[in-house]
Structures are given as structure tokens and as C-alpha cells.
């Protein structure tokens, strides 16, 4: 009986999640917030988010670097290195691990700040004054991380790509030539569309599951901790197995598109 009860009240909170994010998106189309508004989150989201997003990038393609010259070397295989680094950083770990930072510093402030607007009825008040709070505090977080994510994607991938030049070219000493050359030809212009779609939906989820948790915060100050937790967990889980989803649509939209070219 109790997992059964669990089970109608997940899809239930589904039904209000999808409630919710059309509401939002309507919010957003039809009547944009103002920009001072959308400006704050922007920096807030974007700008406040480059010095850990620039640290992840970094250290990742020296790691991707590293790793891969050691595994590499034996076989006589080192100047693939760069295209691996790359192709790595654009299709996966770029989008994804940006994402992971932004849902840990941005998502669980978004969550916490509009839960604690929500238990001391803040939000409540904006009601009361015909003010809609999916179009003032919502729709200018979703415009924000909408446009940011992919921004601090395609930071990371260039901050990923930089550190696998410094170490494989200044510790392991490959020409920088041999690292950056091979990849105009075997990364493509579909690896590029792939991160960027996978950074645009990923940004998606994390403000509207993080807003969604703090717009329905039960409990007080304990229910925003819980909330906040809460959320943090289901961004992680949905991006992983979202990433999952569109890998493996768009590899098998490429393979029908080689298929009927050829």
C-alpha cells in the first residue's frame, strides 16, 4: 500500500512538474520579465559561475590528457591525444560536468531562496498583488540559465582543450602541432551540435527542477534543506539519464543521415 502511494504521488508531482514548466515557458514568451531582472540572474547564473566552471574545465582536460597519453603511448597512438581530449570534452564531459556545477551553486540557491520565499509566504503576498510569480521570480532564472548554460559550456570545453595543451605539450613535450592539428578533421560539426543541445536542455532542467522544488516546500525551515537536497538529486539524476537519451538519439540521428547522404 505504501509503495503504491509512493508511486501515484510521483506521478502526480510529474503532472505538476509539467504543469509548471509550460507555465513557466508561457510566462516567459508571452509577457518577458523585465530586463533588470533577467540581467541579475544572468550574472548571477553566468558570471558568478565562470571561476568553478573554468576550475572543472581545467583540471578535466589535464586528466583527459594525462590519462590518455599514458594509455596511448604503448601502442604509438600519443597524436590522437588532442582528438580525444576534445571530442571528450565537446560531446560529454563539457556539458555535463558544467551542468553538475551550475545545479550545485545555481540550482540549490535557486531552490533555497524561492523555498524560503514560499514557508514565509512571501509568495503568497505576491499573489495577493495580482503579481505572478512564475513570471517574476521564475521566467527570469529560466531566461538566464537558458542562455548561460550553454555559455559556461563552451567556456569549459575551451578551458578543457587548453589544459590537456599545457600538459601534453609542456610536461610530455608533443609539438603543439600534433595536438591541435587532427582535430578540425575528425571532430565535426555534429559533435559541436550535440554539446550544445545537450547543455540547452541540461540548463532547462536545472532551473525549472530547482524552481519547481522551491515553489512546493512544505515544512518550515527544515522542509527548504530537505527541498534543496531534493533537488540537487534530481538534477543530478535527470542530467545523467537525459545525457543518456539524447547520446544515444542524436548518434543514431547521425547514423540515418550518413546512411541516406551515402
Not at 533577467?38 to 566552471?53: A, H, K, T
Not at 583540471?59 to 580525444?84: E, R, W
Not at 555535463?96 to 509568495?123: D, H, K, N, P, W
Request: charged share 10%; aromatic share 12%; glycine share 10%.
Amino acid at each position: 500500500m505504501y509503495l503504491l502511494q509512493e508511486f501515484f504521488g510521483a506521478i502526480e508531482s510529474i503532472g505538476s512538474y509539467a504543469r509548471f514548466v509550460w507555465e513557466v515557458i508561457v510566462a516567459a514568451i508571452t509577457r518577458p520579465p523585465k530586463w533588470a531582472l533577467i540581467r541579475e540572474q544572468m550574472f548571477e547564473v553566468g558570471l558568478q559561475s565562470l571561476p568553478v566552471v573554468a576550475m572543472t574545465g581545467f583540471s578535466t582536460g589535464l586528466v583527459l590528457a594525462a590519462q590518455a597519453f599514458f594509455q596511448l603511448s604503448d601502442m604509438g597512438l600519443v597524436g590522437t591525444t588532442g582528438i580525444m581530449v576534445g571530442e571528450a570534452m565537446i560531446t560529454e564531459l563539457g556539458p555535463v560536468l558544467t551542468a553538475f556545477m551550475i545545479t550545485g551553486r545555481v540550482g540549490a540557491s535557486m531552490c533555497a531562496e524561492l523555498g524560503t520565499m514560499y514557508v514565509t509566504e512571501q509568495i503568497d503576498a505576491l499573489q495577493s498583488m495580482a503579481i505572478s510569480p512564475s513570471r517574476y521570480l521564475v521566467a527570469p532564472r529560466f531566461i538566464a540559465a537558458t542562455f548561460m548554460t550553454p555559455l559556461l559550456t563552451i567556456f569549459s570545453i575551451c578551458m578543457g582543450i587548453f589544459g590537456g595543451y599545457l600538459i601534453t605539450v609542456y610536461f610530455f613535450h608533443m609539438s603543439p602541432t600534433t595536438y591541435f592539428d587532427p582535430m578540425p578533421t575528425h571532430i565535426h560539426i555534429f559533435d559541436l551540435f550535440m554539446g550544445f543541445t545537450k547543455s540547452l536542455i541540461f540548463g532547462i532542467q536545472i532551473v525549472t527542477i530547482s524552481c519547481f522544488r522551491g515553489m512546493t516546500t512544505r515544512g518550515g525551515a527544515a522542509g527548504v534543506g530537505r527541498a534543496t537536497t531534493n533537488s540537487v538529486v534530481i538534477c543530478y539524476t535527470a542530467i545523467l539519464f537525459s545525457n543518456f537519451f539524447i547520446t544515444l538519439g542524436l548518434n543514431l540521428l547521425r547514423s540515418e543521415i550518413s546512411r541516406w547522404l551515402s
